[in-house]
Antibody, heavy 122, light 109 residues
Framework: QVQLVQSGAEVKKPGASVKVSCQAS????????VSWVRQAPGQGLAWMGY????????NYAQNLRGRVTMTRDTSTRTAYMELRSLTSDDTAVYFC???????????????WGQGTVVTVSS | SYVLTQPPSVSVAPGQTATISCGGN??????VHWYQQKPGQAPVLVVY???ARPSGISERFSGSNSGNTATLTITSVAAADEADYYC????????????FGGGTKLTVL
């Protein structure tokens, strides 16, 4: 069955970087895009960006441009999200989510990973 | 950037119908998707493209979208439907193409 399995919880100091992985199974990886969405404690969902798993093209939320990089490794069916220069405002649960086409634009997020807790604290 | 406005909370008795609104400027010209999120869990897609249901989602969930308001309707509400619900659209803005509403907490009385 379709599964997105994310890497484990992370604790980082301010100024550090974090890289979260999302390994897909149960479907053809490069036929479906991957978006990343985060949720701060007690808050709503916030879209971070997506990667076209076929071409590697990316589209990031403007407020994260320059700090976020999304990549994919088609050989291991894994998508990655790296966030740099972390502050306490980046403390959140980070989700990967599948889109039904290689590009996520205009599409719904039809399957989600279990989430990765990232805590930024000195 | 595009703003989606949802009521913070909606309460309904078991067996009744819940309606959750999602307001946005001319949202009827956008495609709206809806997600359900229970505490400590990842979101689940319940309605896509305004009114379509993914496989495995109950027929009790339906959606509509017109003018400045999109609506998620849940009929015969049960305790298991208690969750946060989020609407989402794709906007042509370069700031953040994908936008979520603030979420609505559905409470089953």
């Amino acid at each position: 069955q379709v599964q997105l399995v994310q890497s484990g919880a992370e604790v980082k100091k301010p100024g550090a970087s974090v890289k979260v992985s999302c390994q897909a199974s149960g479907y053809t990886f490069n036929s479906f895009g991957v978006s990343w969405v985060r949720q701060a404690p007690g808050q709503g969902l916030a879209w971070m960006g997506y990667i076209n798993t076929q071409t590697g093209d990316t589209n990031y939320a403007q407020n994260l441009r320059g700090r976020v990089t999304m990549t994919r490794d088609t050989s291991t069916r894994t998508a990655y999200m790296e966030l740099r220069s972390l502050t306490s405002d980046d403390t959140a649960v980070y989700f990967c989510a599948r889109c039904p086409t290689p590009s996520c634009y205009l599409k719904a997020f039809d399957r989600w990973g279990q989430g990765t807790v990232v805590t930024v604290s000195s | 950037s595009y703003v989606l406005t949802q009521p913070p909370s909606v309460s309904v008795a078991p067996g009744q119908t819940a309606t959750i609104s999602c307001g946005g400027n001319n949202i009827g010209s956008n495609v709206v998707h809806w997600y359900q999120q229970k505490p400590g869990q990842a979101p689940v897609l319940v309605v896509y493209h305004d009114s379509a249901r993914p496989s495995g989602i109950s027929e009790r969930f339906s959606g509509s979208n017109s003018g400045n308001t999109a609506t998620l309707t849940i009929t015969s509400v049960a305790a298991a439907d208690e969750a946060d619900y989020y609407c989402q659209v794709w906007d042509s803005s370069i700031e953040s193409p994908a936008v979520f509403g603030g979420g609505t907490k559905l409470t089953v009385l």
